[in-house]
Nanobody
Framework: VQLQASGGGLVQAGDSLRLSCRAS????????MGWLRQAPGKEREFVAA????????DYVDSVKGRFSISRDNNKKMVYLQMNILKPEDTAVYYC????????????????????WGQGTQVTVSS
């Protein structure tokens, strides 16, 4: 599966942004999807993930209550709605996909992703 992320930009603290990730190829619903980010000088970190069916999600503590991940399997899209953005959210955001066999479709991927998008820059000014 190929992934293309979009929607980043420069915003002020307290603003909102919605990131989108378009998938092509593969059976999209068989992939758990995640958003990860990497700030300058820091390691890449997990932000949010969603199961293939969209029934379960997980978030890093620092974004809980502010970010929301969702997906539309018919459109092969995954989204990250980011509200009340903070300067510490500034990073390059990547969407990623992890393939699961049917019996593991309930799993939420946090690492070991199989496919990555190109990244989209999010900059939050104070």
């Amino acid at each position: 599966v190929q992934l293309q992320a979009s929607g980043g930009g420069l915003v002020q603290a307290g603003d909102s942004l919605r990131l989108s990730c378009r998938a092509s190829g593969g059976t999209f619903s068989r992939y758990g999807m995640g958003w990860l980010r990497q700030a300058p000088g820091k390691e890449r970190e997990f932000v949010a993930a969603i199961t293939g069916s969209g029934s379960n999600t997980d978030y890093v503590d620092s974004v809980k209550g502010r970010f929301s991940i969702s997906r539309d399997n018919n459109k092969k899209m995954v989204y990250l709605q980011m509200n009340i953005l903070k300067p510490e959210d500034t990073a390059v955001y990547y969407c990623a996909a992890k393939y699961y066999i049917l019996s593991e479709g309930h799993r939420i991927p946090h690492e070991d992703y199989d496919h990555w998008g190109q990244g989209t820059q999010v900059t939050v000014s104070s």
